[in-house]
């Protein structure tokens, strides 16, 4: 513990203790300023305000370092796999091998969902967004899978935990198949975690189905750089939810819906089609400026980040993994991956994204790559929430098992009408 904080408000001086971190700045617990100032602090979009204490994902924003765990993101993608990664959120150590393989056999057998659950994805339209559906078909699994909605009972957590992760490929591959009218394609146990989904995306009952290693390593990799990230806003989303007591199911489909959005998990799709809508490289001036334009809304999408003021680690990663997806795909010239290489290259030297800090985030190339694989940019943001479904359970499981977890509950500052009096209808 640091030395406390002083602070003079309300005619008083209080102090207030200060609470370091492992790694990271200190934090003032302002717990008590109610209590002792009468005075709320105020902090919309959260830009100071440590939530919860967390033992699971650093980020050092102005060096781009991002820790699962201790363990830098660069390792972890290079040499593990996802479900090594899931693990380790979860339970916060690297498995041994025997924990590995126990692990592995105990999602895949979880992979399958209730036969009902097809008849229910039959009430959607079929040009239903996909993010729509699973934001309905993630919450449904509460309907589905009552057995494990008491968060009081730690075997129900997590068996709701394994159920989550291995269930949301399936739901996810459901939701495209559904999309283009072709038949749901059953998980198949005896494939990985990521081979099984591109096989139940990608395959058809009448054909045979070889899954692509090098693709499905990619595949595999980009859901590792997105197991987690901290506080951001889906996790927050769902660590408020679950504050309530409300069941795991239902706390994750709050946090698909809230990664929808286009400043959240919804960049990979609006970047990709900003970059289509750019279409050649010497559109990419006009874009610029008007990306510069304090009178116009628009934004260069896949750049940016509210923690990250140097390069997206993850960004690196992925742009090193679309050179070997397009280069596995024989795919020689993508005239988007020229725009965005060019766009990067433009953005990184104009003075208006240096003195912003806006470099690259994780979205700028996951579309392209995305894209190559064979999915359509509606699923983007899909392939997200598959991969971000563990680093929310392994949130929501910290903040349930913290025995002074309270529900979440922010002030905020009125400046609506003051007290007045009710006027009958007839008087106003
Ligand atoms: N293009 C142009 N200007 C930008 C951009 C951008 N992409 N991002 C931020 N700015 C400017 C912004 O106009 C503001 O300028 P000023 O100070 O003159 O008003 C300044 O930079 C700071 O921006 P901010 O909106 O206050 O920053 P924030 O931390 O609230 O927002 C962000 C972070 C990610 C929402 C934002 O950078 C953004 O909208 N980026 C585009 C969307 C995107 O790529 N999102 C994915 C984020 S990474 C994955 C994820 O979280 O899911």
């Known amino acids: 513990m640091s030395a406390p904080a002083s602070l003079s408000a309300a005619g008083k001086t209080v102090e207030f203790p200060v609470k370091s971190g492992s790694i990271g700045p200190d934090v003032m617990d302002i717990s008590k300023l109610y209590a002792q100032t009468g005075m709320f602090t105020y902090d919309p979009g959260f830009t100071s305000t440590a939530s919860c204490e967390s033992k699971i994902t650093y980020i050092d924003g102005d060096e781009g370092v991002l820790l699962y765990r201790g ?93 989550m992760v291995a269930k949301m490929p399936t739901l996810a591959a459901m939701a495209y198949k559904y999309s283009i009218g072709q038949p749901f394609i059953y998980p198949q146990n005896d494939l990985d975690y990521t081979s099984n989904f591109l096989k139940m995306c990608f395959a058809v009952p009448c054909e045979d189905y070889k899954v692509n290693p090098v693709l499905s390593r990619a595949l595999d990799r980009i859901f590792i750089l997105h197991a987690d990230h901290e506080q951001n806003a889906s996790t927050s989303t769902v660590r408020l939810a679950g504050s309530s007591g409300a069941n795991p199911f239902a706390c994750i489909a709050a946090g698909v819906a809230c990664l929808w959005g286009p400043a959240h998990g919804g960049a990979n799709e609006a970047a990709l089609k900003m970059l289509e809508e750019i279409g050649s490289v010497e559109r990419i001036p006009q874009f610029i400026a008007r990306a510069k334009d304090k009178n116009d809304p628009f934004r260069l999408m896949g750049f940016g980040h509210r923690v990250y003021k140097n390069y997206d680690p993850r960004a690196k990663i992925m742009q090193k993994t679309t050179h070997e997806v397009l280069n596995e795909l024989g795919i020689k010239d993508d005239p988007l991956l020229d725009v965005a290489i060019e766009l990067e290259r433009i953005a990184l030297h104009d003075e208006y994204f240096i003195e912003k800090k806006l470099y690259p985030n994780i979205d700028f190339y996951s579309g392209i790559t995305l894209k190559a694989m064979g999915f359509p940019t509606s699923m983007f943001t899909v392939l997200f929430a598959v991969a971000r479904t563990v680093g929310w359970i392994a949130q929501w499981k910290e903040m349930i098992e913290d025995p002074s977890q309270r529900i979440g509950r922010p002030r905020q500052l009125y400046t609506g009408a003051p007290t007045r009096e009710y006027v009958s209808i007839n008087q106003r």
């Open 71 to 163: 363990y830098p993101i660069e390792q972890l993608a290079e040499h593990g796999d996802f479900l090594e990664t899931c693990y380790l959120l979860l339970y916060g150590e690297l498995p041994t091998a025997a924990q590995k393989a126990d692990f592995d056999y105990r999602v895949t057998r979880h992979t399958m969902v209730h036969e009902q659950m097809m008849r229910f994805f039959q009430g959607f339209r079929r040009d239903a967004h996909p993010m729509a559906v699973m934001v309905a078909s993630v919450g449904a699994l509460s309907a589905f899978y009552h057995d494990s909605t008491d968060i009081s009972d730690p075997q129900q957590r997590m068996v709701a935990s394994m159920r």
